[in-house]
């Protein structure tokens, strides 16, 4: 796989695009890949510190950063790479004896609930009658029937019930928008500051490839009725 990330012919000439989560690891390299793109006009990188800034967890902050950049619209990308999996300075719980109730309804505020009002409130930006598409950075531990070991009681739940979200959101918004790709992502294991705890750097990718792929991947998406689960190869991921 080359880690030169591809132009997106899918989108047409002189498209623009929003990453939000910018400041991360795989947002930036989302936010490199898209500038190396000579279709890409504008990318546009929204964090908590960017202006204007989105706090997940503020949904004012969310709808008054879409609409002070809903005045260049249409976006024909828009890539949501938030996403947490310690909460509180805590890792992800192996055993039902380690769940607590703040820790999981924090890891669905950020994973799911924050991740489903970015959509309610950006899909607008979209183009109506154009090729689009809206990806949301997901997790293989979020694919239930994938599950085999069990644990991570937080993520993979709060990873399901994002899914199950894009799920429903792109039904309801391929009806307006025949054209729209809406895809979550399994990006692989980056280095990053959310895997660097749980695996050493040598055993995890660099952000820049994993994006690469991720790019190539969502270029080469068709439209259909529904979400899409991919990974940074290319491959379907069971729900």
């Not at 310690?86 to 109730?101: C, F, Q, S, Y």
Request: charged share 15%; aromatic share 6%.
């Amino acid at each position: 796989m080359s880690d030169i990330p591809p132009s997106m012919s899918s989108l047409g000439e002189h498209y623009q695009a929003i990453v939000i989560g910018s400041r991360g690891a795989i947002g930036g390299a989302f936010v490199r890949g898209l500038q190396l793109d000579p279709r890409c006009t504008k990318v546009i990188g929204v964090s908590r510190s960017s202006v204007p800034g989105l706090d997940l967890q503020d949904e004012s902050s969310i709808a008054q950063c879409a609409q002070l950049l809903k005045a260049h619209a249409p976006y024909a990308l828009i890539v949501d790479a938030t996403g947490a999996l310690a909460m509180a300075g805590k890792g992800p719980e192996k055993r039902l004896g380690d769940l607590n109730a703040d820790q999981l309804l924090q890891a669905f505020s950020i994973n799911a609930v924050g991740p489903a009002l970015v959509l309610k409130h950006f899909v607008d930006l979209m183009p109506v009658g154009a090729p689009a598409i809206y990806a949301k950075l997901s997790a293989r531990v979020g694919s239930i029937s994938d599950n085999r070991k069990g644990g991570w009681y937080g993520y993979r739940a709060s990873k399901a019930a994002l899914n199950m979200i894009l799920q429903s959101a792109a039904l309801e918004c391929t009806r307006l928008r025949p054209q729209l790709v809406l895809a979550a992502l399994q990006p692989g294991t980056v280095r990053s500051d959310l895997s660097a705890p749980f695996v050493v750097a040598q055993d995890a990718m660099d952000p820049d490839a994993a994006v690469a792929g991720l790019l190539t991947t969502l270029n080469d998406l068709s439209p259909q009725r529904g979400a899409q689960f991919v990974d940074y190869r290319g491959q379907l991921i069971a729900w």
